[in-house]
Nanobody, 124 residues
Framework: EVQLQASGGGLVQPGGSLTLSCAAS????????IGWLRQAPGKEREGVSC????????YYADSVKGRFTIRRDNARNMVYLQMNSLKPEDTAVYYC?????????????????WGQGTQVTVSS
């Protein structure tokens, strides 16, 4: 059974930083790309970032480029999202997700599995 567990969210002031973690199990982790999606109340789910299976290619949404960094540890089945210079508009539930592809994907529809998300709130 594919399992993806996101953690690391919380309340942070504007300009602050958080690192989200995604623990994956139930599949051959090094064979698949992993992405981070987010959904704010009343808004559609948005693809934030994605990293290829080997970690050599990355996608970032325009809204987070230069502020967020995605990385993975294939030995530990983990993916991380370092979020710096956080803004109130980054407030959302963040999910890690997997599809049946190995490249850095920039959409949302191809993801098949995602776990429970973690809430990120950016507010003073």
């Amino acid at each position: 059974e594919v399992q993806l567990q996101a953690s690391g969210g919380g309340l942070v002031q504007p300009g602050g930083s958080l690192t989200l973690s995604c623990a994956a199990s139930g599949f051959t982790f090094p064979d698949y790309a992993i992405g981070w999606l987010r959904q704010a109340p009343g808004k559609e789910r948005e693809g934030v970032s994605c990293i290829s299976s080997r970690g050599d290619s990355r996608y970032y949404a325009d809204s987070v480029k230069g502020r967020f960094t995605i990385r993975r540890d294939n030995a530990r089945n983990m993916v991380y999202l370092q979020m710096n210079s956080l803004k109130p508009e980054d407030t959302a539930v963040y999910y890690c997700a997997k599809g049946d592809f190995d490249y850095a994907y920039g959409g949302t529809e191809a993801y098949v599995y995602w776990g429970q998300g973690t809430q990120v709130t950016v507010s003073s």
